[in-house]
């Protein structure tokens, strides 16, 4: 279940809301990414003061720590996180992606060496579905197979075939009507099997549908093509939701071809690094710049984040200086907040039937970044 | 400058107040430890919120990075933290003590490498106030040098010496009459030369007096034992800081002695390795333990913190097992405002003449920990 209303179109962008059982999120957005159950370096109250309207958790991880059963008995997945709005879990697919070397593919599904202490697991479709029910979130994503994007037409075929069977059987596996389930789009940089997996995804009746198989080495411009065909391929009604993407520039191409939603280590991972995202002409600065050493500015001085409303440039950079945890956790904070406030200026320019400016001048900004 | 004042004592205990030009604060205290600027994993608001009223800085690490005329232009200390409160500077003297392979001391001052780059270094007693001047602190501490607790008599009465020689240069090298600058006190384990380093402290005028030299590696006991002769040699009308010390049990101990003040890396340290202090009949509890794996239970059901409210035992104990860096982040935080729920409990207990039966019940929780 999960219901999606679309409220205002501007081109193929448009803005609407998603319902669940746990409240509702307006489209565009973004979710910050909670790995194991939390946002690196965020209390679930500074995760809300971000702006921050739904979040992910990732289902391989919980499963193999502390295991979905832990999860549920310490109040399932809002309770164990704190956090009381909607969460979305992705299938554990691309982690067994990522997992490549030490993984076995059957039609039944894909055995692998746990990361933490070599154990062999079996992960299929139906316990994927299983352990998203009984983490409890409102969004469970289906099992699928993510190819390498430089395989062959053949290949990537092959891999489509069984991404579509594994999605028949997760949809046939889920006991709970409350949770969403969405289908993920996979046929890698093929125009024909892209086209393929959305028509045959979408007559199996998904609340929504996941773009699969982006941002995993392709070159930009291949992905950002894919997106100008793919996109309005899937159902007009339904959510669409790009997986794993992406960069401020990525998000606004996306929203131009009609996508809804979006996940990324990008803001939490970047902040680690001291990679802040900002307004005005750069599009981003590195704070450990020695440039910074005397800045009494804010990082951003359109945000009014806790990092902006406190801190300077000068001291930020100092405490990635001196290896200060508070340095990554406000880089962090600050970052989803500009997320956040970024997909709000989004929704607006849409709303005001505005985007294609907003576009324009985003476009603008990325120019001189490779 | 400086003005305290007791507003009711019981026994030696007593409670009052000092005024700072950044305002007051009640004692006795207990002061987060900030040694970079940060007190670590906490942003500026969640350590208000733990009802710190001051915290303490170390100018021998800002001295080094990112150096008092830095921290100057990026709005002294205060702004440079964003902490409004009462900020209190050590003197560095405790880290050239912890130097003490690469250090020299000389009459004049004491020379080291920096633990960063290897630097040749030269602190003086003068330089010492000018860097806490420049640094804009409310309190700064004189320049002592601590000798090692198992000492001979001579070699720590010459210590002593230097220590007395170097707090009278301290006190005439002051320039801002707005700064407070505090004493300390040593002489090891010895009697006679703890009171003769209180008398003559005294004499110099000083605005308060730390108590320096002890929790340095000597058995606990004989800590105590100092406390019961030499808090009450010094000035009675005085602010008495007990510096770097301790466990709430370190604290009742010294507040039945007399002492106003304390600081300690403790909650924060502690707390990231996941040990967190509790009400109840433990004093603590090491999160990490497998017994709170599936524990609904927050940490400490007598606290009102941000952790206590949100988050479980088993998913704190989760954060830890995973190495989010959330876990120390809570723990920290608990802690923290734990030793401040625990002050205010010493304050309360000592206005309502209660003050001996706090203290008792409190060494009772205690008695079976080593």
Redesign the interface.
């Known amino acids: 279940m999960g219901r999606f209303r679309i409220i205002h179109s501007c081109g193929e962008a448009r803005c609407g809301v998603y319902s669940t059982g746990h409240g509702e999120f307006e489209t565009p957005n973004f979710m910050p990414v909670g790995t194991?159950?939390?946002v690196?370096?965020?209390?679930?109250?500074r995760v809300k003061e971000t702006g921050a309207q739904i979040i992910l958790v990732n289902t391989y991880?919980l499963w193999l720590?502390?295991g979905q059963q832990?999860v549920r008995?310490?109040?399932d997945i809002h309770?164990?996180?704190?956090w009381d709005g909607p969460i979305l879990s992705d299938s554990g697919g691309y982690q067994v992606f990522s997992l490549k070397g030490i993984r076995k593919l059957t039609r039944e599904g894909v055995e692998f060496q746990s990361h933490i202490d070599g154990a062999r697991c079996f992960l299929t479709p139906e316990l994927s579905v299983e352990i998203q029910e009984t983490l409890g979130v409102d969004i469970a994503m289906v099992l699928d197979e993510c190819p390498a994007s430089d395989l062959s037409f053949a290949d990537t075929e092959k891999s489509l075939n069984l991404t579509l069977d594994w999605a028949r059987r997760s949809y046939v596996a889920r006991r709970n009507p409350d949770m969403s389930l969405f289908g993920i789009t996979q046929g890698g940089l093929y125009p024909e099997l892209r086209k393929r997996s959305a028509e045959e995804l979408a007559e199996i009746g998904f609340d929504g549908f996941g773009i699969g198989g982006l941002s995993v080495g392709e070159p930009i411009e291949k992905m950002y093509e894919v997106l100008s065909y793919h996109v309005s391929e899937l159902p007009k009604a339904k959510i669409r939701y790009l997986m794993g993407v992406g960069t401020p520039r990525d998000i606004v191409e996306a929203v131009k071809n009609g996508v809804d939603l979006f996940d990324c280590v990008i803001p939490t991972r970047a902040g680690r690094f001291g990679r802040a995202y900002i307004s005005g002409p750069e599009p981003y600065l590195n704070i450990k710049n020695a440039c910074f050493?005397?800045s009494?500015e804010p990082l951003d001085s359109e945000c009014n984040c806790?990092?902006c409303r406190?801190?300077?440039r000068?001291?930020l950079r100092?405490?990635f200086?001196?290896g200060?945890?508070?340095g990554?956790?406000?880089l962090s904070?600050h970052n989803i907040t500009f997320y956040q406030d970024f997909m709000r200026k989004i929704r607006d320019s849409i709303s005001r039937n505005e985007f294609n400016d907003f576009y324009a001048a985003e476009i603008k900004r990325w120019e001189n970044i490779d």
């Open positions: 194991r159950g939390s690196k370096g965020l209390d679930i109250e991880h720590r502390p832990t008995k310490l109040g309770g164990f996180t704190a050493a005397e009494l806790l990092c406190h801190y300077s000068g001291y100092h405490l200086q001196v200060e945890m508070l990554p956790q406000m904070l």
